[in-house]
């Protein structure tokens, strides 16, 4: 009964139908810009107060989702799901990665990329990677970084290697650090100091922004980071031009590319730790640099759509705003974002954010542009995951894909673009610490016993929603999960944990 994938006859699908040529003409380019941490309340439209005028004028232009879901409260599984059409949970080693850990991808596995690909389109990644280069488990970064984005879907990649806070604080261009010179190869190490450069520790009075929790190894443009690099000096990034550097080489691939529709993966740093945003950006907001960070993110949204617009491509372009986990405050740097909030909520109407099983932890702002095909100022309640995008497209647009490696995603392609407010039944979400819950659209909502994490340090600081008990809750009466139903409501829970184990042993034959 399972649809497997035949590379011969999914390259015969297309010329088959229409000219290749003519049909690719006709296809739309596909933008999907996935930020990282930012809230569900963060963005305006989404009731937040910092302002992001181009962010939401997508949605006020476009589809604004309530019920979309990151598949992860961290960035790795988020996008390894995201690209792969897999729960990053059904095998170990997929949580938040170091930057010298091999790929997570293999090549020859089903992505989002390849579907593309197979439908004529040329594809970029831009901007945070995060899932590992290489076979070997130290990446050699003066060498070849393969495989990596090139070998499982890319044509091209311009990429922060993994996060902001990690060294290696380098940009790769394809398989290579960029501006690097072989007289100053770099070493990279996350257990032991390598290299004479000071470190947040031993010099905390070099530092442009003081660390609170972890990131006080090696330093670089004056701010210290998890992990200690040696050499590479010559190809050090500097934090405050991360977005326009990014958003230059968005628009050169744009540039490159237009003989064929494009897929970009554009994947801002911000809002992530260290905020440090471009100067003309310091000090916008009254929320401190969180909240500046927001609105150059909204800036970067801004510069897109001009970019698209000059062009006259923003018609024929499906825009995706959406983001990798739930908000966070306190991430590792004295950013005074919780003492600056003011009446700014990044959580919503929910409890918990990045790390977390609760609501906001995974619950995240989506909005889908599309001139003229969505209808303008739409809200979706559909339930929604990230999960979804690669068998959507791939429906879309009438190419075959690996069903059985890319086994969690389903088309709903009609519920993305507007055309249908009901979505998934039924979808998984995965905290830190692999801790799995899972969420149905009709409210219900079951997070699976964790750790005992009272006494965890870095697990009191937030809400982490685990419980050693199970929870139920009905997120639609309920969306503060305050009131555990799991005593008052044994049959439903028992259904919830049924259909749990199901999608859980669904790989299992
Ligand atoms: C954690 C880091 C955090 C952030 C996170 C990854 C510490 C104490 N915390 O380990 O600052 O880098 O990893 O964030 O080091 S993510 O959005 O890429 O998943
Ligand atoms: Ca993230």
Redesign the pocket.
């Known amino acids: 009964m399972k649809n497997i994938f035949y590379p011969l006859i999914a390259v015969s699908v297309l010329p088959a139908c229409k000219s290749t040529i003519e049909k690719e003409q006709d296809l739309p380019n596909v933008i999907i810009i996935y930020t990282?941490?930012v809230g569900y309340g963060d963005v305006g439209i989404y009731d937040g107060k910092i302002p992001t005028p181009n962010i939401d004028r997508l949605a006020q232009n476009g589809l604004m989702f309530a019920n979309a879901y990151a598949p992860a409260a961290?960035?790795?599984p988020s996008r390894f799901s995201l690209l792969t059409g897999e729960y990053a949970w059904r095998a170990p080693g997929r949580h938040?990665v170091n930057a010298d850990m091999p790929a997570l991808i293999e090549p020859g596995k089903e992505t989002w990329p390849l579907v593309m690909k197979r439908a004529g389109y040329a594809t970029s990644v831009i901007g945070k990677w995060?899932l590992g280069f290489g076979y070997d488990n130290v990446t050699n970064w003066n060498g070849k970084l393969k495989p990596g984005p090139l070998e499982v879907g890319f044509d091209y990649a311009w990429l922060i290697p993994s996060?902001n806070?990690?060294v290696p604080t380098v940009y790769v261009e394809n398989h290579r650090v960029v501006n690097l010179d072989p007289d100053d190869p770099i070493e990279v190490n996350f257990r032991e100091k390598v290299g004479n450069r000071p470190t947040g520790y031993d010099n905390p009075e070099m530092l442009k922004m003081m660390y609170s929790?972890?990131?006080d190894q090696t330093i670089t443009n004056g701010i210290s980071r998890?992990g200690y690099m040696k050499g590479g000096e010559s190809a050090l990034w500097r934090d405050e031009d991360i977005a326009d550097v990014l958003v230059d080489k968005a628009v050169d691939f744009i540039d490159r590319k237009q003989e064929k529709p494009f897929f970009m993966y554009f994947a801002p740093v911000d809002i992530?730790?260290p905020r440090i945003v471009h100067e003309r950006f310091q000090g916008v907001t009254p929320f401190g640099p969180r909240g500046d960070m927001m609105v150059q993110l909204d800036w970067t949204v801004g510069a897109l759509v001009e970019a698209l617009e000059q062009r006259e491509l923003l018609k024929n372009t499906i825009l995706i705003f959406t983001s990798?986990?739930g908000p966070v405050l306190d991430?590792?740097y004295v950013d005074y974002a919780a003492e600056m909030l003011g009446d700014h909520n990044p959580f919503g109407h929910f409890r918990g954010g990045?790390y977390s099983a609760l609501e906001a932890g995974t619950r995240v702002p989506m909005i889908v542009h599309w001139p003229g095909k969505i209808q303008t100022a739409q809200v979706s309640n559909a339930l929604f995951s990230h999960l979804d995008f690669l068998a959507s497209f791939a429906a879309f647009l009438g190419v075959d894909y690996d069903q059985e490696a890319a086994l969690d995603s389903k088309n709903h392609w009609e519920t993305l673009v507007g055309e249908k407010d009901s979505g998934r039944d039924g979808l998984v979400v995965q905290a830190v610490m692999n801790v799995l819950a899972y969420v149905r659209a009709d409210g219900y909502k079951y997070i699976v016993p964790g750790p005992d994490t009272r006494f965890v340090p870095?697990a009191m600081e937030i809400e982490t929603g685990f419980d050693t008990d199970k929870q139920l809750y009905n997120i639609i009466a309920d969306p503060r999960e305050k009131e555990n139903l799991a005593a008052k409501k044994p049959l439903i829970l028992l259904e919830l944990k049924k259909e749990l184990d199901e999608i859980i042993n669904k790989n299992v034959d």
């Open positions: 990282d941490d961290t960035s790795t938040v995060h996060t806070d990690r929790h972890g990131h998890i992530h730790v990798d986990n991430d590792g990045k870095w």
